[in-house]
C-alpha cells in the first residue's frame, strides 16, 4: 500500500525543525530513517499530515566519545545511522557493547538508513538499543522552541513503542554513558531468522576487581515485557573467579533471571520458552562478558606497567 | 514545491534532481512518492523490483552513494541530489553485464528473478568491502533478502564466483559502477 498524502519539511538547523515541529503539532512527525515510521505509513497504520526530515539538520550526524568530567560517554546525534555508530573504531575501543548489540538489529541494509535515536524514541520492546541505554543508565536530550530537557532511559520510556516525548520535541542526541573499572560486556539473543527482532536478547555488563574476581554483573532484556527489564545478577556469582569459572556457577545468573522475568506469550513464543531462553542466553552472556573483562583488565595493566 | 489541496490534507509537490546510474534525471513528484516507485514510474527504471513494501524482503534494494538501502523505504524527495545505481547500473560501463549479474547467470542464481534486482545490488555493495568472503559470510551477506524460488544455494555459490570474477579482473574492484 501507499502512504496518505502528506505536506513534507526539510529544516536545515535544529532551531528550524523545532519551530517547525511546534508549528504542525499533533499532526506532525519527525521523519528519521524511516525504517519503523515508513512501514507504517505505508501499511496506513499511521497518516501525520506533516513529515519533518531531520536527515539534514546541521551537526546531527556526528558520532563521538566526550570526557566531561562526570565520566566518557558515547554520543550520538540524531541524524547518525546505526551503521555509522556500529564502524565507528573509537566508540568500539570504550563501549564495544554498541557495536554487540547493534550487529543483531535488524540487516546492514536497514542499518544503513536506521537512525540510532530514532530507534530510542520509537521504543520497541524488541530494540536492543533500548536495552543498552538502560543498561548503562544512558539518556536522551529533548529539543523544543520552548528549551531542552535531558531525560534517562528509564523516564524516556512509559510502554511499548511510548515514550515521554511530546509532540513538539525532537530527540537532538543520546549519550551512552561508560562504565567505570574493569569491564566487559556481551550481547546475545534468539529470532526465528537472522535480522528479525529478537525473541528473546541479553545484554550483560560484568565488573571484575584487581584479583579479577565478579564484583558486579547486570543484564538487560529485549522482548521479555513492555519496556527494557534490567536485572542485577550480582548476588548469585559475586567473588566468583571471571576468567574461570565453571558453566554451572553462570548458569546460577540464569535460574535468577528465568525467576525474576516476567514475558508475556505472543504468536512467537511461548512465556515459559522466552523465561528459558533468557536462562540460557544469560548465562551464555554472562560469561562471554566477564571473561572479555578479564581480558581488558589485561590490557590496562599491561599498559601501565 | 508546489501545493496541492486534497479532502482535508494538504500535499506538498518537489522537484527532485537524482543521478540514476551516471545519469541526471528529475521529476516532479507528491512528497509521499517512494523511491522505489519514482525510480520504476516516472523514471521508468523497472529492474527495481516491489515485493513486500515494508523492508522485509530486500527486492527493492538499491545504492545511495554507494551504500544499500531499502527503496520502498524512503521517499524520493529525501534523496534529492543523491546518487543512486539500481540493477541496471551494475553492468560493465560497455553495457555487458557486470561480475554479479554474470556470476548469478554462471550459477543459476536466479529461478523466476523477482528477488535477483535486490540480491545483485546487495552483493555488488558487499564485494566492495569484503572483496573474498567465505562461504559463510557469504550466506550471512544475503541474509537479508528473501528468495521463494532458490533455496539460496545458488545465490551463495554467486556470491562467491562474483568474487572471484572481480579479482580475476585484477583491482578487485572489478566493473562495479561508479
Ligand atoms: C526489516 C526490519 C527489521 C528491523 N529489525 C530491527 C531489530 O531487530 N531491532 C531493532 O531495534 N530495530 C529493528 N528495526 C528498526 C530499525 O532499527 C529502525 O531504524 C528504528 O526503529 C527507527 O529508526 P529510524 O531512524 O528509521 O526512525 P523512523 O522510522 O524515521 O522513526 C521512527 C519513529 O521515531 C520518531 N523519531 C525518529 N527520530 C526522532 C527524533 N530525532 N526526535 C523525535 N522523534 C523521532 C518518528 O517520528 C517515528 O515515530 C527493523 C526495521 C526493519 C525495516
Ligand atoms: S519491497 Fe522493499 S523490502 Fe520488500
Ligand atoms: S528467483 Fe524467484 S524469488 Fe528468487
Redesign the pocket.
Known sequence: MKPSAFAYHRPGTVDEAVATLAGVGDDG???????????MLNMRLAAPAHLVD?NRVDGLDEVRVVDDGAGASVRVG?AAR?TDVEHDAEVAAVLPLLRQALE????PT?RN???T???L??A?P????NAVLALLGGSVTLRSTTGSRVVNASELVTGPMQTC?RPD????EAAFPVPQGHTGTAWTEV?RRA????VCGVGVLVTVDDELRVRSARAAYVSMGPVPEVLDLTEPVAGIAAGGARPDEWAAAGRLATARLEPDDDIHATAAYRGHLAGVLTARAARAAAERAVARAGDTTGAST | MSIEEHPGRTETRHDVRVTVNGVPRTATVPARRLLSDFLRHDLALTGTHVGCE???CGACTVLVDGRPI?SC?QFAVMHDGAEITTVEGCTRPDGELGPVQRAFRDCHGLQCGFCTPGFVTTITAYLDEHPRPSATEAREAISGNLCRCTGYQSIVDSVLRAAEIRSDQGDGRGETPQ
Open positions: 512527525k519527525v521523519l528519521a530513517g524511516g525504517q519503523s515510521l515508513v512501514p531531520v540524531a546505526h543483531h538489529v535488524a540487516h536497514i538508513r536506521g537512525t535515536v530514532g530507534s524514541v520509537h520497541d524488541a530494540a536492543e538499543l516525548l520535541e525532537l530527540a537532538t529470532s535480522g528479525d527482532y529478537a | 515494508h523492508g522485509v531499502r523505504l
